[in-house]
């Protein structure tokens, strides 16, 4: 075959590859259609201004308790002391030392900028041998406990769908929106 009929052969290949894939069919017949349940099971995201939290609540003194059964075996006794992600602990001045020094372990108390992320992430990840599985109230009591134990809300605090997003978090100043261009939009150097 010459170098040109070796190219019409690979194009009349790809093109009969292409022609087939646009010859599929309209179903394949496997999977079905997720329900409004299953989608509402997953749709869960709770955003920094509170919305999407659900209803309930709990306080820092039933959070202890859930905490010392279902936490502290992986994040310490009083969430400082691992194996896992130490939970715990500001910085002098609340200040950001995490590029000065990266040994610092990121927490609740010094790292998280908003209250709310807190329960969506413990509702949705922990505890890891079984996410998914604390209720709302749970998760809410968890929470306080959590930003007590950082010193950012008081011990008798309550905490539910009004009063999570109001929680000024320490580290929250550092955050900025990114307004850098996307690389499309960059002037080409
Ligand atoms: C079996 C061990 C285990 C248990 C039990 C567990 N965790 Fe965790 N937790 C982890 C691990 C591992 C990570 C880090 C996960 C990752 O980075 O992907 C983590 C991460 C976290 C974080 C995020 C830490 C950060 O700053 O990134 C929070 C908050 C947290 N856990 C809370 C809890 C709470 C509340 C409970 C109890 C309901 C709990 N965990 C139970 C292992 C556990």
């Known amino acids: 075959m010459t170098r040109v009929s070796r190219r019409i052969a690979l194009a009349a290949l790809l093109l009969t590859a292409a022609g087939q894939a646009f010859a599929q069919p309209a179903r394949y017949g496997i ?49 400082k002391e691992g194996p896992n992600d130490v939970l715990v602990g500001r910085v002098p001045g609340d200040g950001f030392p995490f590029a000065a020094d990266p040994k610092v372990p990121h927490t609740i108390g010094n790292y998280w900028p908003h209250a709310t992320t807190v329960f969506d992430y413990i509702r949705r990840a922990m505890p890891t041998t079984a996410p998914g599985s604390l209720s709302n109230d749970e998760v809410y009591a968890l ?47």
């Open 31 to 79: 999977g079905r259609a997720a329900t409004p349940a299953e989608i509402a099971a997953l749709d869960i995201d709770v955003r920094p201004d509170g919305t999407g939290l659900p209803a309930g609540s709990g306080s820092s003194s039933a959070g202890a308790t859930i905490y010392a059964s279902k936490c502290a075996q992986c994040h310490g006794a009083t969430g």
């Open 143 to 189: 929470t306080a406990f959590l930003l007590h134990a950082n010193g950012i809300i008081d011990a008798g605090a309550v905490m539910d769908k009004a009063s999570l997003p109001k929680v000024a978090m320490p580290a929250r100043k550092y955050f900025v929106p990114d307004t850098r261009k996307q690389a499309a939009e960059r002037p080409k150097p």
